[in-house]
Structure formats: structure tokens, C-alpha cells
């Protein structure tokens, strides 16, 4: 009886201890609403990437769905993975979409804020790349802010635009992309559904004026007021081509 009794203990035990053990090591994906007849708005991310070209836009465009009588944008984070995505100064995000895998809502408004890589190794990944171009079919605006207009030129996307790019790497942007018509001393350039910016604190003024062109400049006045910024387009160092 004791031998019968220790052995349906020992079942026990290692049949509890298989059930303890969690063999998945994947990320569940995330709930995320996306109420119908807003813009949807992606920005995509990838390690490195870097805190204020990502919160700068995201805090503008997100902050739409607090205003009355517009069409407000449903903002979320696309990525190549559903694991912990770490920004270039430590924070550590969620991606709501892994664009290898799942099925994407459509993308009105893609949004590519720098990354420490941009100008080097993420610019060698082809499925990224593609992800850009295939965005670009149907978007109606496509902006990058800083580095991110590396990105957006690898994908050939400004042949026929004018761009800018962080100022310090204009020169290598002109190196790289030697056909491409790029301005310096601007904040942003505006040239079609395209928006690039030199990125940095001024990604809120490129996020600003997407917003006017949205939505008129009492909207974005008060976007920009909610987050304690001065906002009159005119004072901008910035080009709109057509």
C-alpha cells in the first residue's frame, strides 16, 4: 500500500510540475480599439528607436480623439515582432502589430520616427522595407522625422519629392541618396502626401502641421496648447512643394 500510495504521489507532483511550466516564450498580442471612421495611424518601430520622434507625433495625433466635430486618428505601434521593442534611450513598448504576421487594419497615416540604425543595418531589412512600400500604395500621408527619412528614401518612395533629414546628416543623406532633391536649414518639408522633418523636439512642429492640414489651424492651436506649445505655422522654418 505505501509503494502504491508513493508512486500516485510522485504522478501527482510531476504532473502539477508540468503544468507550472510555461514552454511559450511568445508575446500575447495586445487588445487594442480601433473605433471605425477615424484615421489609423502606425508608427513604426523597431530597438533603438528614439523616445521624442516617436512621443512627439504620437502625443499630437493621439490627442485628436479629445477634440469635437473632426475625424480623430486611432494611433498604435506596428512592429516586425509582438516582443518588448526597447527605444534607444531604455523604454520598453508593446508593438499592437507584428506586420510580418498578423492582418493590419488599413493605414492612413504611417509614421517613421528615427531609429539608432537608420542610416546603416535597418536599412538592409528587405521585409521592413517592403512593409513601407506596400503602406505607401494606399496611405494618405507618409512622414518620418529625423533619420526616419532614410528609411522612407531606401524604400524609393521620394525619387520624384523634396525631403529633409536631421541636419548633422544631411550630408551623408545627400551621399546616400544622391538623386534625391534634399533641403537643410528647414524643419520640415511637405511635398505631396509626403512630410519629412529634422526630427528631435521638432517633430511636434511636423506632427502640428499635419494636423492644420487636417483638421485647420483652430484645431491645431489647441492641440498645441494642450501640451504647452507655441504654434503658428508661419514663424516654422519650413518648404510646402505642391
Given at each position: 500500500m505505501n509503494k ?9 507532483l ?5 503544468k507550472?511550466?510555461?514552454t ?7 487588445t ?13 518601430i ?6 521624442t520622434?516617436?512621443?512627439a ?5 493621439q490627442h485628436?480623439?479629445?477634440r ?7 494611433t ?5 515582432t ?10 520598453r ?7 510580418l ?7 492612413d ?6 531609429a539608432?540604425?537608420?542610416?546603416d543595418?535597418?536599412?538592409?531589412d ?22 526616419g527619412a532614410?528609411?522612407?528614401a ?7 519629392s ?9 550630408g551623408?543623406?545627400k ?14 518639408v511637405?511635398?505631396g502626401?509626403?512630410?519629412?522633418s ?7 512642429e ?11 489651424k483652430e484645431?491645431?492651436k489647441?492641440?498645441?496648447?494642450g501640451l504647452v506649445?507655441?504654434?503658428t ?10
Open positions: 502504491i500510495y508513493l508512486l500516485f504521489l510522485i504522478c501527482l510531476a504532473c502539477q510540475s508540468t507550472s511550466i510555461d511559450s516564450n511568445t508575446i500575447p498580442k495586445r487594442i480599439d480601433l473605433p471605425a471612421n477615424r484615421y489609423n495611424v502606425a508608427f513604426l523597431m530597438d533603438g528607436v528614439y523616445n520622434e516617436l512621443t507625433p504620437y502625443d499630437i495625433f485628436t480623439i479629445f469635437k466635430n473632426i475625424k480623430a486618428m486611432n498604435f505601434l506596428v512592429a516586425n509582438l516582443e518588448p521593442i526597447t527605444t534607444f534611450e531604455g523604454i513598448l508593446l508593438p499592437d502589430f507584428n506586420y504576421s498578423d492582418d493590419l487594419p488599413k493605414i497615416i504611417l509614421v517613421v520616427p528615427s539608432e540604425h537608420h542610416l543595418t535597418d536599412l538592409e528587405e521585409q521592413m522595407i517592403d512593409f513601407v512600400k506596400r503602406v505607401n500604395q494606399d496611405a494618405l500621408y507618409i512622414t518620418s522625422h529625423c533619420d532614410f528609411v522612407l531606401k524604400a524609393g518612395i521620394l525619387d520624384q523634396v525631403s529633409t533629414t536631421f541636419p548633422s546628416d544631411i551623408k543623406y551621399e546616400m541618396f544622391p538623386y534625391l532633391d534634399v533641403r537643410s536649414d528647414v524643419l520640415f511637405h511635398d502626401k509626403y512630410i519629412t529634422a526630427g528631435g523636439a521638432k517633430s511636434f511636423a506632427a502640428l502641421y499635419l494636423a492644420e492640414v487636417l483638421y485647420g484645431i491645431a489647441s492641440l498645441a496648447g506649445i507655441d504654434w505655422v508661419e514663424e516654422v522654418p519650413h518648404v510646402v512643394i505642391k
